[in-house]
């Protein structure tokens, strides 16, 4: 694990300068975010002693427990983490006597059925029962989003072994996920994942997802920070090494962590349960802390300020510290009621402050820095295309990747491309897209030139350019909606009837868990069922409309409820004439 004075060459060396040798020329001076509270803390509102009560104790093994007399309402999924600790069966070898199982044989009994549907998770595998049974989803972590060209040959051919059954998606969290898996498979997996110097540990379930950075991290000219150490030392530090960290595996719901770089906000911090935006204190760099983040069926908010700031090199007491506050006091009763937002709405951000410093080593937690180094006039970079670098010399090419899938032919050209265009490695976005760095302006004609850009294009249509897409129904259990190949062929449909100005991000999730993140989306469609005119039940999308990213952040509201997926095409059209400068195009009288 890289060490924090490892950390010191990757900080700006004179931040305020940085800050502002970065500006772009003629641009007004920039309005800071984060206002800051007095010097002096306030004092907490009242909160009971009982409620703030570690609802856990450590037991052999390292393995948080929730206690005795908290064990009253529990949701299912507490319940089989009570029956049998999940991490066992990386930590203890499980895995590799419940791989030799047939899966018939494994659903027989509830213990080990169990163990397929929910416990494997911890070990980023996601059983496929509705859709492709017998067969699993593996979630990588992917600090950063940064991979090399032979992990990707890799994987690659874990799918290609699967032939129809196998292919992989770029997700909205900087990841790749591949599908196809059998159980039998799964230890020579695990074994091959490491050593490409990959892990699927801790990525699903009651676990921090893969940490996300900006994906032009050390090459962007207008970067403020470089978020690739950050990344790596907050995935090694919460997984132990791909070890397994049992201190962090017993969380109440799913925690999201990104570190900002840029002013672009590629990060998208406000939808992160824990966002590091870099900030100068006293003549220092570190970052302020944004809290609370999240999106879920019943309910989405935007991070709120926590008032605390660390310095740059000192970044991982902070996240123990408000990991070990969600783990030791969420609510572990209604599922949709668990993320850390509900827990600071109860307790009010001040105490939960007060929870977090409590648990910092020292226990002192600074006051925010008045201000970050996020310039709010930021216009939103496109990083589709050929771009130059930092360096001279060098350019990246960010590559449009259709709703995030590709295909194991796919993945071997994209590591071909990495080394004979660039230096072996690949950039992942939480968009799906694809970025490849460090190409020599002398071979980008021929890079260009490649067939594979024929279809992983780097200069999409407008509409085409902000699409993304959940898994949808062709392989996910909980989607209820197919949506990849609807998404665009909706789009295409879409682009028939009107041309749009400027690009219009549509995102499309296949049920209310929103992976899809439609409500950070200028369009969202989550999907749903309705009854068509003639009273067919259909498949169908509630429409949202007004999400934004960047610093005027701002998550989207419902627009329309239950449009049967067949009549959605007009309506976007219409929308987007009416909202986002669309004009209609001329149609052919032939024209269907």
């Given amino acids: 694990m890289a060490s924090s004075a490892s950390l010191q060459r990757f900080l700006p060396p004179a931040p305020h300068a940085a800050a502002s040798s970065r500006r772009r020329p003629g641009r007004a001076r920039p309005v800071q975010c984060q206002a800051v509270t ?14 703030l009560e570690r609802r856990v104790e450590q037991r052999e093994g390292g393995y948080w427990v929730l206690k005795e007399k ?19 069966l990386f930590m203890e070898d499980g895995i590799k006597e419940l791989a030799k199982v047939p899966i018939e044989e494994i659903d027989a009994n509830k213990l080990s059925k169990d163990d397929v549907d929910v416990r494997l998770k911890w070990l980023g595998l996601f059983h496929r029962r509705k859709h492709q049974y017998g067969r699993f989803m593996m979630r990588l972590k992917l600090p950063n989003g940064v991979t090399t060209s032979e992990q990707t040959r890799y994987l690659a051919s874990v799918i290609d072994a699967y032939g129809e059954n196998g292919c992989a998606d770029v997700t909205t969290r900087q990841n790749w996920q591949i599908r196809g898996v059998t159980l039998p498979d799964v230890p020579a997996i695990l074994d091959g994942l490491r050593a490409v110097g990959l892990t699927s540990l801790q ?7 893969n940490p996300v950075g900006n994906p032009l991290a050390g090459i962007d000219p207008d970067e403020i920070v470089d978020t690739r150490p950050y990344t790596n030392l907050l995935s090694s530090y919460i997984t132990n090494n791909s070890q397994g960290n049992p201190e962090f595996t017993n969380l109440p719901r799913k925690w999201n962590v990104c570190v ?3 002013h672009d906000l590629y990060e998208h911090p406000h939808i992160n349960d824990l966002a590091y935006m870099p900030a100068v204190k006293d003549g220092r760099f570190g970052f302020n802390l944004l809290v609370g983040g999240f999106i879920s069926p019943k309910r989405w908010g935007e991070a709120l300020p926590l008032d605390a700031w660390v310095p740059g090199d000192d970044i991982l007491p902070v996240c123990g510290a408000i990991l070990e506050a969600f783990r030791d006091l969420g609510n572990r009763g209604n599922r949709q009621k668990t993320r850390m937002m509900w827990l600071i709405d109860e307790l009010g951000m001040e105490v939960f402050r007060s929870e977090v410093e409590k648990r910092m080593p020292n226990g002192v937690l600074d006051r925010a820095a008045p201000e970050d180094l996020i310039d709010k006039t930021w216009q939103r970079r496109d990083y589709l295309g ?3 670098q930092k360096q001279e010399g060098l350019s990246y090419v960010g590559l449009h990747v259709p709703v995030g899938r590709v295909q194991a032919s796919d993945m071997f050209d994209l590591a071909r491309l990495a080394d004979e265009y660039g230096c072996g490695e690949l950039r992942l976005t939480v968009e799906q897209n694809i970025v490849l760095p460090n190409v020599k302006n002398e071979r980008l004609d021929a890079l260009l030139a490649e067939p594979l850009l024929q279809k992983l294009s780097p200069q999409p249509s407008l509409l085409l350019k902000g699409l993304v897409a959940c898994t949808g129904n062709q392989f996910c259990g909980q989607a209820i909606i197919e949506t990849k190949m609807r998404a665009l062929n909706v789009t295409q449909e879409v682009e028939k009837r009107v041309s749009v100005p400027r690009p219009v991000r549509m995102h499309w999730t296949g049920c209310p868990n929103s992976c899809g993140q439609v409500q950070v989306a200028d369009i969202g469609f989550m999907g749903c069922l309705t009854k068509d005119s003639n009273g067919k039940i259909v498949e169908a999308a509630d429409i949202f409309v007004g999400g934004r990213v960047g610093s005027d952040s701002h998550l989207a509201d419902v627009y329309k409820k239950s449009v049967p997926c067949d009549e959605l095409a007009p309506i976007v059209a219409d929308l987007l004439v009416e909202k986002f400068g669309a004009v209609p195009r001329e149609r052919e009288e032939d024209e269907e």
Avoid: I, W, Y
Wanted: charged share 25%.
């Fill in 38 to 51: 007095t010097s002096s803390s306030p004092s907490p509102p009242a909160v009971s002693e009982e409620r």
């Fill in 70 to 88: 908290f064990r009253t309402g529990l949701n299912p999924q507490e319940k089989v983490k009570l029956e049998k600790e999940p991490m066992g």
């Fill in 386 to 388: 050929v771009h130059p």
């Fill in 203 to 209: 990525s699903g379930m009651d676990n921090v997802r």
């Fill in 260 to 262: 900002v770089g840029t």
